[in-house]
């Protein structure tokens, strides 16, 4: 099992840069796929990012690609997301997930069975 914290959420102006943490327990975080997902109020959880067990492989929607970077350090158990250029629609509640799948890199929620309990991020115009 793993149990995931995000962190590094905040408020920032449209055009600015944030970096969210991603923090896991447990030994067998290099065994799993790390994603990230966003969900704004009254809008379906959608995926931003993807990345493969060693991290050699990346994949990102269309609406944060050349925008954001995905990352993980499988010695220090923890995932980051780099946000440059942000917009007010990059606002949303930012989830880490894990998943089991050995092959590929999910873009469904259904696909991850592990979940942090979310970070805000607000960008204002």
């Known amino acids: 099992q793993v149990q995931l914290a995000e962190s590094g959420g905040g408020l920032v102006q449209a055009g600015g840069s944030l970096r969210l943490s991603c923090a896991a327990s447990?030994?067998?975080?290099?065994?799993?796929?790390m994603g990230w997902f966003r969900q704004a109020p009254g809008k379906e959880r959608e995926f931003v990012a993807a990345?493969?067990?060693?991290?050699?492989?990346?994949y990102y929607s269309d609406s944060v690609k050349g925008r954001f970077t995905i990352s993980r350090d499988n010695a220090k158990n923890n995932l980051l997301l780099q946000m440059n250029t942000l917009q007010p629609a990059d606002t949303a509640a930012y989830y880490c997930?894990?998943?089991?799948?050995?092959?590929?890199?999910?873009?469904?929620?259904?696909?991850?069975?592990?979940w942090g309990q979310g970070t805000q991020v607000t960008v204002s115009s």
């Open positions: 997930a894990a998943s089991k799948r050995a092959l590929g890199l999910p873009t469904w929620a259904y696909e991850y069975e592990y």
């Open positions: 447990g030994r067998t975080f290099a065994s799993h796929v």
């Open positions: 990345i493969s067990l060693a991290g050699a492989r990346t």
